[in-house]
């Protein structure tokens, strides 16, 4: 059959997404490149935040006039929820009329069975869900298929197991688990042979990793030792466990990128608390510190929720005060959102208004974007390693390409292949995007005139 699959939500889903692909495929099964083509259409989704669910409903709601013309030229068609939403609500998806297939992310295994059921049957009436979380589930064996790019995902663990009280992700996706270093290791060398630049890592808490007997830090290196590497980066480590191993491998290995995602959430340590994110404001500072003394030139961004229940203006302004003593290179502000089942769900009201928490956020933003700013005009002049990446979808004859921070850069076009690390000199700079000029082909052009 020919599927159409679309994907929310963060890296991990992607990454999913690449694994039913593979799935798929091995059952014959065809990933049509538009919805128009397909008789089965799958949605990963997230469940992080009630916009999240908000969005995939108004999907599946424009999704029903399509369905009912298939219905009626084809005589079925099958809509199935995947990931994280499916996994959450469950069979309560099914109340939504055009869904008839719920599956979780343990689960990618049983959709060729799945749909294949869906397709002997009337599937107008019939449903079919597998949504169990597993314990032992991390797809070994199955070679995800990739997309054409420069950058290859990397599940390196499943599941999380800290239960930060506002949080959905250790009921989307359940315990804790690591892939054996020999499955990563043989992934990579397959990227590396299908012409892949950058690999990576991803676990919602990569300092967890543990399989025999080995640290994120063991594999990490492992990863970067890797003939034909350029780049390896990572997401996310959680500030409560950041060993001095990981550390060095960052600053000694010239391919592991100099760039930390450390999710902060808040400033204010009676917050942090509520949060149960285990580590106070002073800690995580001092954290930041030591990682910016041990990584010269390391970028370091975080997550932060404002408004969680009780935040107090002086909550506030403990983060913001935060926010600007660490200095962070970018940040992703979110307004909390209360998910049904959390620890914060039972225990906390969600009593910060919606005014208060648009003013707080905007607040942030604000302070967030002077800070980015004048950090990335220090970089006006300098000469920075980009990776190309690709075109600009804004502005003609230029291209887009990463810094080792993660920073997007903006320039001329030039002769190299994607994937390749280019010397760009900094001409300006927003504080969200540098503009510059690739170094190798400013001076030759210019003499040539
Ligand atoms: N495992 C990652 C986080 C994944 S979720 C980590 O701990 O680093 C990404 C971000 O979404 C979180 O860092 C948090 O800032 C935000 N988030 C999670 N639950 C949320 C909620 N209920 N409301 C608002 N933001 C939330
Ligand atoms: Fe959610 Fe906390 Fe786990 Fe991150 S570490 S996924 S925020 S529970
Ligand atoms: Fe990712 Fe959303 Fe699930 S952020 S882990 S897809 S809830």
């Known amino acids: 059959m020919k599927i159409f699959l679309e994907t929310y939500g963060c890296q991990m889903n992607v990454s999913d997404s690449e694994i039913v692909c593979s799935v798929l495929a091995a059952a014959g099964h065809e990933i049509a490149p538009a919805l128009e083509e397909a008789e089965v259409v799958l949605i990963n989704t997230c469940a992080i935040r009630e916009n999240a669910y908000r969005k995939i409903y108004g999907r599946l709601d424009r999704l029903r006039p399509h369905r009912l013309r298939m219905i009626k030229e084809k005589g079925h068609f099958v809509v199935g929820l995947l990931g994280c939403m499916a996994q959450n609500l469950k069979k309560d998806m099914f109340k939504h009329p055009v869904v008839n297939l719920v599956v979780g992310p343990d689960n990618y295994r049983a959709l060729p069975d799945l749909i294949a059921k869906l397709a002997a049957r009337d599937q107008i009436k019939q449903t079919e869900i597998d949504a169990d979380l597993s314990e032992y589930e991390t797809y070994q064996g199955i070679d995800p298929k990739r997309f054409d790019g420069v950058n290859a995902w990397v599940t390196i663990m499943r599941g999380c197991d800290n239960f930060c009280t506002f949080c959905v992700v250790p009921y989307t996706r359940?315990?804790?688990?690591?892939?054996?270093?020999?499955?990563?290791?043989?992934?990579?060398?397959?990227?590396?042979?299908?012409?892949?630049?950058?690999?990576?890592?991803?676990?919602?808490?990569?300092?967890?990793?543990?399989?025999?007997?080995?640290?994120?830090?063991?594999?990490?290196?492992?990863?970067?030792?890797?003939?034909?590497?350029?780049?390896?980066?990572?997401?996310?480590?959680?500030?409560?466990?950041?060993?001095?191993?990981?550390?060095?491998?960052?600053?000694?290995?010239?391919?592991?990128?100099?760039?930390?995602?450390?999710?902060?959430?808040?400033?204010?340590?009676?917050?942090?608390?509520?949060?149960?994110?285990?580590?106070?404001?002073?800690?995580?500072?001092?954290?930041?510190?030591?990682?910016?003394?041990?990584?010269?030139?390391?970028?370091?961004?975080?997550?932060?929720?404002?408004?969680?229940?009780?935040?107090?203006?002086?909550?506030?302004?403990?983060?913001?005060?935060?926010?600007?003593?660490?200095?962070?290179?970018?940040?992703?502000?979110?307004?909390?959102?209360?998910?049904?089942?959390?620890?914060?769900?039972?225990?906390?009201?969600?009593?910060?208004?919606?005014?208060?928490?648009?003013?707080?956020?905007?607040?942030?933003?604000?302070?967030?974007?002077?800070?980015?700013?004048?950090?990335?005009?220090?970089?006006?002049?300098?000469?920075?390693?980009?990776?190309?990446?690709?075109?600009?979808?804004?502005?003609?004859g230029f291209q887009v390409g990463k810094t080792e921070g993660n920073m997007t850069v903006i320039f001329p076009q030039t002769p190299h292949p994607l994937g390749t690390i280019i010397p760009i000199v900094v001409t300006d700079a927003t504080s969200a995007t540098l503009l510059g000029k690739s170094q190798s082909l400013s001076m030759p052009v210019l003499e040539m005139f």
Do not use: W
Not at 281 to 295: C, P, W
């Open 174 to 396: 359940g315990r804790e688990r690591s892939r054996s270093l020999s499955d990563v290791l043989a992934e990579v060398h397959r990227l590396v042979a299908q012409g892949f630049s950058q690999v990576t890592l991803l676990g919602q808490n990569v300092n967890s990793y543990q399989a025999e007997g080995l640290s994120f830090a063991d594999l990490i290196v492992a990863v970067a030792d890797v003939p034909g590497v350029s780049r390896v980066r990572f997401t996310s480590p959680h500030p409560k466990d950041f060993p001095d191993a990981l550390l060095e491998a960052i600053a000694n290995h010239p391919n592991i990128c100099k760039h930390i995602h450390l999710p902060l959430q808040s400033g204010s340590d009676r917050v942090l608390e509520l949060m149960s994110r285990t580590y106070t404001g002073a800690e995580f500072l001092a954290l930041a510190q030591k990682i910016r003394r041990s990584i010269p030139n390391v970028s370091i961004s975080t997550d932060i929720i404002v408004g969680f229940p009780t935040e107090t203006e002086s909550d506030h302004q403990k983060t913001l005060i935060l926010l600007k003593t660490v200095g962070f290179e970018s940040a992703y502000i979110f307004k909390y959102s209360e998910r049904k089942g959390t620890i914060a769900s039972k225990k906390f009201p969600d009593d910060v208004s919606s005014a208060l928490k648009t003013s707080r956020i905007v607040a942030l933003f604000d302070t967030q974007r002077e800070i980015a700013l004048e950090k990335n005009r220090t970089k006006i002049g300098s000469t920075l390693n980009v990776m190309l990446e690709g075109e600009s979808d804004k502005r003609p």
